[in-house]
């Protein structure tokens, strides 16, 4: 009797031997060759997502949600351009830093008041990023010093793999955490790291220039400003315009 009938007479498939893979593509090895096949991509998304920590706020802070509606078309301050135009163009920038990620080695700094987009925006980056396929790693300052003290008193090496070798580093609200020498010395020596590394930051701020460089070291203000491409953001308060609707 032949092996594919004796399966069958005992209630097997006639291929049931056979190898059976998940991606029929690869064969389930993750390449094509050097190339990393699609399904090896897509778990990688997925992983990244739930590093970032960002899954569900992506869901609904994302550019397909993101309204110039919030930003006035009206000039009546000293800036050069309206909201709406200065945010058009910060926004044509992003979308520049987004498609050329991968051969670029720019570093973005949003700053301004609070409630003009910049979370939000940085939000949007994080998506698109992540649906490429980079590693995106999103922290408030807050939580930022919070890992970066899990590293240096409980030698977390996993986590700082993940600060210093993602593809992208969001800090988020930069000059909320609890000032401290800790604090400066560590957040210099990140934000150096990286830059010696070539990993890219984007890093958001409610403060002015002035205000960080009051609020930091020169060694970090320096950083900040001469390796970073600067974005200030303006206009009336996103937040209290959303609760008045």
């Known amino acids: 009797m032949k092996k594919s009938e004796l399966l069958v007479s005992h209630g ?24 990393k096949c699609t399904c090896y991509k897509q778990k990688l998304v997925k992983i990244y997502y739930n590093n970032a920590d960002l899954s569900k706020l992506l869901q609904k802070n994302n550019f397909d949600n993101f309204k110039l509606d919030y930003y006035s078309t009206s000039n009546n301050g000293p800036e050069r351009f309206s909201p709406r135009e200065n945010i058009e163009q910060i926004v044509s920038k992003t979308w520049s830093f987004i498609k050329n990620f991968k051969d670029t080695d720019e570093n973005l700094l949003f700053y301004g008041n609070s409630g003009t987009g910049k979370t939000f925006l940085s939000h949007c980056i994080a998506k698109e990023l992540l649906d490429k396929g980079y590693f995106v790693v999103y922290k408030t300052s807050e ?49 150096n790291g990286k830059l010696l590394k070539g990993k890219k930051m984007l890093v958001s701020t409610n403060y002015s220039l002035d205000g960080l460089t009051n609020m930091y070291s020169e060694r970090i203000t320096s950083r900040l400003i001469g390796n970073f491409d600067l974005f200030k953001f303006y206009g009336n308060d996103i937040r209290l315009q959303k609760k008045m609707a």
């Open 12 to 35: 097997y498939s006639m291929d049931y031997l056979e190898l059976n893979y998940n991606c029929p593509k690869c064969k389930d090895t993750g390449f094509l060759g050097k190339v």
């Open 143 to 191: 939580e930022l010093i919070k890992s970066l003290k899990e590293i240096k008193f409980n030698g977390n090496l996993e986590l700082e793999e993940h600060l210093i070798n993602c593809d992208l580093l969001i800090i988020d609200d930069l000059g909320t955490e609890m000032s401290s020498d800790f604090s400066k010395t560590e957040l210099f020596n990140l934000l």
